[in-house]
């Protein structure tokens, strides 16, 4: 009787343990797929900033490392991007009226066409 009840437990321990080895294969599997999604995006979003700004991938990334950020104009572009993530976060989302997006200003060039004339006050 008491090897039965020892069985039982044993085969309640390896069952656990092959459900949380499978939740933990899950997880992983999860997780990595919402890392490939991610970097969809991002790719997506690096296609359409290079068409907003009529540039090439090479503008502003170091192509043996991407994620290098001392180029000067990865950094602006880390900046304006933030710019206009705020924009969006603040009505500018497309939802009720205009998308913010870096077409708005750079209208397919890298730099801005038009600048402000400063008043003379």
Not at 13 to 37: D, E, P, V, Y
Not at 81 to 95: A, P, Q, R, T, Y
Request: aromatic share 6%; proline share 1%; glycine share 4%.
């Amino acid at each position: 009787m008491k090897l039965i009840k020892w069985s039982l437990v044993y085969l309640g321990i390896l069952a656990l343990n092959n459900f949380l080895q499978s939740q933990n294969l899950f997880a992983h599997a999860t997780s990595a797929q919402k890392i490939k999604l991610k970097e969809e995006e991002i790719r997506q979003n690096m296609v359409a900033i290079s068409r907003q700004l009529g540039v090439t991938c090479t503008e502003c990334h170091n192509m043996k490392k991407l994620t290098d950020d001392s180029l000067k104009n990865f950094q602006i572009a880390r900046d304006h991007i933030k710019i206009v993530e705020i924009l969006k976060l603040n009505g500018m989302d497309g939802k009720k009226d205009a998308e913010a997006t870096c077409y708005m200003c750079h209208r397919g060039q890298m730099k801005i066409p038009y600048k402000e004339k400063l008043s003379a006050h």
